[in-house]
């Protein structure tokens, strides 16, 4: 979102709120997050998130953690948010450097160790980015004196924001290598037995890479386990699976999406907006590989990553279904060598 501290016209009250959290029940959706901006500078958050838990919609938190004082964790905590994520974008400098604000780090842990304290489920989020690459090993250092049990690493995704950053972002040779740093500390924490969870998130050639990284080195068990589990999953599911709603109330495929609209939860139930594809982003990305063009509508793991993130396709080349800029995969690698 492109916000400030400023208050917008028109967001959605609390009465309209809870009326979408009602249709949400209504069609089966699990899982709410709160995002924004800082969703927990919105006075109603937690009367919100509660409703969301009555409802049986499990609330979760998206935040930049300054804001969570040990009572407002243990508020977090008896509503029954399922997870707080909290983003951090390096150690100190470079976080406080990046966000432009002097001790938002610190503020950040401080959220972290409230939310620890209380026994909430707590987690960073951490997108790649040229600023804080170098990083990598030292949010695994900092996770484990930490006693931080889960963390999402975010590839860089053009929208919003994002979109100013597309210089910013990694290389392919850079998304290689922070993937095999992510991959050989995870297999260290597994090795000492450290439970923890690390995920990366918003390129789905990740899974593909894990792959084919395992076959490489002769691991044809974790290599079969890895391919079942993203042939399962199936990549991107914009516009399937995950939904965003903007603070107006206006639906998107996703959180980077914004810039295409399907209805208004004003207006229309979620639930029937969802299913109308008279949209024809909305009913491609339901059944995109027909639509999809270049590397991703050739790829011989099309199955297993969906066409990635439609939105950085589009902010790169103009065409929505043109191949995602951000696939680090060799031609080799997805077969169009042997195709060719």
């Known amino acids: 979102m492109d916000s400030d501290s400023r208050k917008y016209a028109d967001e959605l009250t609390t009465a309209e709120a809870k009326k979408f959290i009602d249709d949400l029940a209504e069609f089966k959706v699990p899982v709410l997050l709160f995002s924004g901006g800082e969703p927990l500078i919105r006075p109603d958050f937690f009367e919100l998130a509660a409703y969301a838990a009555k409802k049986n919609v499990r ?20 509503i029954g948010v399922g997870y707080v994520g909290i ?28 939310c620890v304290a209380v026994g909430q489920r707590v987690g960073l989020r951490f997108t790649i980015n040229h ?23 975010y590839h860089l995704v053009y929208s919003g924001r ?21 991959i050989r500390r995870t297999k260290d924490f597994a090795a000492r037995g450290l439970a923890k969870e690390i995920l990366t998130v918003d ?22 386990q890895i391919k079942k589990y993203i042939s399962m999953n199936g990549g ?20 980077f999406t914004q810039h295409h609209t399907f209805g208004n939860v004003r207006e229309k139930k979620f639930g029937d907006i969802w299913t109308d594809t008279s949209n024809p982003i909305l ?35 103009g065409d929505f279904w043109a191949s995602d800029p951000s696939c680090y995969l060799t031609d080799k690698e997805i077969g169009l060598e042997e195709e060719n």
Request: net charge negative.
């Open 203 to 224: 390129n789905h050639c990740d899974g593909v890479y894990m792959y084919l990284k395992a076959l490489a080195e002769g691991d044809d068990k974790t290599a079969a």
């Open 59 to 78: 609330p979760t938190l998206s935040t930049n953690g300054t804001l969570i004082t040990r009572e407002v964790a243990q508020e977090i905590k008896n």
């Open 87 to 114: 983003s951090l974008d390096g150690l100190e400098d470079v976080n406080d450097k990046f966000r432009g604000v002097a001790g938002a780090f610190n503020l950040a842990m401080r959220g972290i160790e409230n």
């Open 236 to 255: 991107n599911r914009s516009g399937i699976a995950f939904a965003e709603v903007d603070p107006l109330g206006y639906v998107h495929p996703d959180q």
């Open 283 to 317: 009913a491609g990305l339901k059944n995109r590989k027909p639509l999809l063009k270049g590397r991703c509508a050739r790829c011989k793991f099309l199955d297993n990553c969906n066409g990635n993130f439609r939105t950085r396709a589009e902010a790169v080349t």
């Open 131 to 153: 600023h804080n690459f170098t990083e990598l090993d030292k949010i695994f250092d900092f996770i484990e004196a930490e006693k931080i049990n889960r963390v999402c690493f």
């Open 162 to 182: 994002g979109s100013q950053m597309l210089d910013e972002d990694v290389t392919p040779e850079e998304s290689r290598k922070a993937m095999d740093i992510i």
